[in-house]
């Protein structure tokens, strides 16, 4: 999905657009998806496209949703982030390039990934089942 700063400036509240567009991070604790436990999909809060299952979302204490996983539908691009003197993963929509936040080598097996999510970078959809 391109669309211009401008466009994604009309489209975004002030802090969708600063984590998202300007690989933010939103303060850890805030999130309103971090203590979520519905059932359903998480998606890209830019360009609806799923990125999380419900069923990998677990509780690492670090401030903001992780999952263990991404979904099956592998939307989620890796990124070197060498930015703020730290070596790390950045993730990204694969769709719209919208920052996510980071992935981390230590959640729970068997993946052992901790994909790291501002709370701001999703939208969820409910299960209806």
């Known amino acids: 999905m391109k669309l211009t700063e401008q466009e994604w400036r009309q489209r975004l509240s002030d802090e969708e657009f600063r984590v998202t567009r300007q690989k933010g991070t939103e303060r850890p604790?805030?999130?309103?998806l971090l203590n979520n436990d519905a059932l359903g999909d998480y998606v890209c809060r830019c360009c609806g496209e799923k990125l999380f299952d419900a069923e990998d979302k677990f509780d690492a204490g670090c401030g903001w949703p992780s999952f263990s996983a991404q979904s099956a539908e592998k939307n989620v691009e890796f990124h070197q982030d060498n930015s703020h003197g730290m070596q790390r993963v950045e993730i990204v929509?694969?769709?719209?390039d919208a920052?996510?936040?980071h992935v981390f080598n230590d959640g729970p097996q068997p993946t052992g990934e901790r994909f790291?999510?501002?709370s701001v970078s999703l939208s969820f959809n409910k299960s209806t089942e």
């Open 93 to 96: 929509c694969k769709h719209c």
């Open 29 to 32: 604790f805030t999130g309103e």
């Open 116 to 118: 790291c999510v501002n």
């Open 99 to 101: 920052h996510l936040g």
